[in-house]
């Protein structure tokens, strides 16, 4: 995910946290500290409820970390690449590289994580059960931890996809129809319906005075629906480019632009006459850099002239793909780093150029013709 930073590994997986986990961390620590604690558990001092709401927040944050680790261990026991987990806002997310090949693999990977959560809601329990002092804030801190992985528990278990009750229900479909787009689209449907009921008892429960609530759960709803529906143009996607290669849709007409080239040239040649939006820059047939509207836009126009494309161009991080990887592969690269294009290279040398606006043309054009896609895709674990 774009935009976090990493902690470490555990069991060989890479955990990640995600910046908006900063708000969420604060957002929750100030909620217990000004609210649920001191209504539940009167009389501390300030600093107790705020040392309370803190240690809270992080525990919180290790029961959605053992939720995610269940999803991505059971992913690596059955062969499938996990590349990490990242925690953000919401929540967990887990980064499996591969989708589950039957039914019964999807069923198990999404069951262990609610069910990681309702054990840690009983363990939880049990332990405060053993406190003396039901009032103390060691008592409150085990009573919210049981409280919000129970919920935890019982929010994943919705069957919307890509929930983990959206995925086991879509495991089902596809056991009982052996279609996975028809299980997909079912699920990702009943994902979206609770959307928006959430928005809708969201909306309520702000009309009805509750504000920071109902924007919450309203904001979750969103979340969800939105979710749903680019979890299934996503598992669309996938399905169209299993089994395809780079240089099957790649652009193979981009020519190296020596790097002394002037910007002006560049954008007349390159850019209008060619209808590229960026250029790979070489020196002897090495690749450099690459050059994108979005670099030449930061010199003015009267200067283009005088500007060689060395100046512009991004020469670090360069990402290159070559040309026969596996696009599904390749356009994940495109969307963790945010990039429009990469070039393709075949060894050291350039052979196209492969951008968004290709996988999409490709798409389109496939969707036009009826074509059929070519295998099983890779995919995603929702929190
Ligand atoms: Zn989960």
Not at 362 to 368: A, D, K, N, T
Request: charged fraction near 15%.
């Amino acid at each position: 995910m774009r935009g976090s930073f990493k902690l470490g590994r555990i069991a060989g997986i890479e955990i990640g946290v995600h910046y908006t986990w900063l708000l969420a961390f604060f957002l929750i620590a100030w909620s217990l500290a000004q609210g649920f604690f001191p209504q539940q558990y009167p009389g501390w001092t300030v600093t107790t409820y705020w040392i309370t709401g803190a240690i809270s927040a992080i525990l919180l944050f290790v029961s959605v970390l053992l939720h995610e680790l269940a999803h991505s261990m059971v992913a690596t026991a059955r062969g499938m690449r996990v590349q990490g987990i990242t925690l953000f806002i919401f929540g967990g997310v887990s980064n499996i590289e591969t989708e589950p090949e039957k039914p019964g693999v999807e069923f198990l990977m999404s069951v262990v994580g609610p069910l990681t959560s309702l054990v840690l809601a009983g363990v939880f329990w049990a332990i405060q059960q053993a406190v003396a002092d039901r009032s103390s804030p060691p008592a409150a801190l085990l009573y919210y931890l049981m409280l919000i992985n129970a919920l935890l528990a019982a929010f994943n278990i919705i069957p919307g996809f890509p929930l983990d009750g959206g995925r086991v229900l879509r495991s089902i479909i596809w056991g009982a129809t052996g279609s996975l787009t028809k299980a997909t689209n079912v699920a990702a449907t009943t994902g979206r319906i609770f959307g928006w009921a959430l928005i809708a008892y969201g909306f309520f429960t702000l009309l009805s005075g509750n504000f920071l609530n109902g924007i919450w759960i309203a904001f979750i709803g969103w979340f969800l629906s939105s979710a749903a529906d680019s979890s299934r143009q996503e598992v669309t996607m996938q399905q169209h480019l299993s089994g395809m290669r780079v240089n099957e849709v790649m652009n193979t007409a981009p020519e190296c632009v020596n790097q002394n080239a002037t910007v002006e040239s560049l954008v007349r040649e390159s850019f209008i006459q060619h209808g590229l939006r960026a250029a790979p820059i070489c020196v002897d047939g090495q690749l450099t850099g690459i050059v994108t509207l979005t670099d030449v836009r930061k010199i003015p126009q009267e200067n283009w002239s005088q500007t060689s494309v060395s100046a512009v161009m991004t020469r670090s991080p360069l990402y290159t793909v070559k040309q026969d990887d596996d696009l599904n592969t390749a356009v994940k690269l495109l969307a963790q780093h945010g990039l429009n294009q990469v070039p393709v290279l075949d060894d050291k040398r350039l052979v196209g150029l492969l951008s968004r606006a290709d996988v999409i043309r490709f798409l389109q054009l496939s969707r036009e013709l009826g074509m059929k896609p070519k295998a099983t895709p890779p995919g995603k674990m929702g929190a």
